[in-house]
């Protein structure tokens, strides 16, 4: 009868490993979407409203940011913000 030791191996203190902060950390980490959605460099972008959208704020300065962005606490230049609903939030605070 062959004996599958990878299997045995992988399966040693399952319950340990699956527990612990570094596994919940991994998991969570692992669901995370990096993906910028555009960069603003004049009042001409137009940013989508949908919530999770990422923008990447070049020119903060109010003439240079679309109504739409609304007023950001603490925007700086190449911030990125991230669609909060009906509002944007700084994703660098």
Do not use: C, W
Not at 63 to 68: D, W
């Amino acid at each position: 009868m062959p004996i599958n030791l990878i299997s045995n191996i992988a399966q040693k203190n399952r319950a340990a490993n699956v527990s612990s902060e570094a596994f919940f950390y991994l998991v969570d980490t692992a669901n995370i979407d990096y993906r910028i959605s555009g960069i603003q460099n004049n009042v001409s972008f137009i940013p989508d409203l949908t919530p999770g959208k990422k923008y990447i704020i070049r020119n903060p300065n109010p003439p240079n940011l679309h109504p739409s962005f609304g007023t950001i606490d603490g925007l700086g230049t190449n911030d990125i913000v991230i669609a909060i609903l009906v509002h944007f939030l700084s994703m660098l605070m």
